[in-house]
């Protein structure tokens, strides 16, 4: 029954990736409507987020920013789909990766890196950089499955357009670790900017004016295969185009103090979403833990 539920899914997708995506931007603007007026999908979640991450902000410049974000959101979702039929050279020319250089560089000598990303922008074609980097690094990417079979069967097919390996948040450090054995070079990329579970909260830290817990396994990880780790800068600059510029983090996590390449992390993202705030994915509940409630556990 899955099966059929995702060709099904898979072949409407698919004829819609046919078409150009200034047709896409067409449907995007349509879908808009609904999906913001009618479904009112998580507005109250988005409403409480913009509010309590922008308090000098008043009621028209947050609403302005809603707004933006749903028009986005909705482009997030046809650019997504046009992963299923676009070309090398059209992925090129929309996303573009600037200081690229420094992956090669961190990977000389056969070692391999990380790079933080966060849900901003449009993530789900940050994987073409596989165009960009040396061919012998493969690319790795960390993700959660989804509970529909027949989605998440659609987004893995979408997330190997440009050749990347999905990861199972499951299996992360066991499939990392066997790269390293086996001596291949990898460039594994963590998006860490979601809500870890009550038994992961290792650290708290300031966020966009909030207590807010972060992920602490990418430091970890990086602590115990010695991973260089990198962090992409991603900027909107227009409809179906964005700006990617890799930063580092560290070269030597193994160095660090604690909780140093969490926090360093944590303000480079909180600078990419003040950049532009309507680009992040606002949709996210995440800030439901409470710092008091988790120190009376």
Known sequence: MNYIIYKIIYALLYIHALLPLKVLYILSDILYIPVYYIVRYRRKVVRTNLKNSFPEKNKKELLEIEHQFYHHFCDYFVETIKLLHI???EIKERINFKNIELVDDLMKDGNSAIMYLGHYGNWEWVP???LHVNKDTLLGQIYRPLKNRAFDNIFLKIRSRFGSVSISKNNTLRSIIQYKQSGQKVLIGFMSDQTPAWNNIHYWTTFMNQDTPVFTGVERISKQTGFSITYLDIKKVARGKYD???????????????FTITERYIREMEKTILHNPAYWLWTHKRWKHKKEDFEKR
Request: proline letters at 10%; glycine letters at 0%; aromatic letters at 0%.
């Open 87 to 89: 070309t090398d050279e």
């Open 128 to 130: 073409s950089i596989t």
């Open 244 to 258: 990617c510029e890799v930063k580092l983090i560290s070269a030597n996590p193994k160095e660090e103090p604690e």
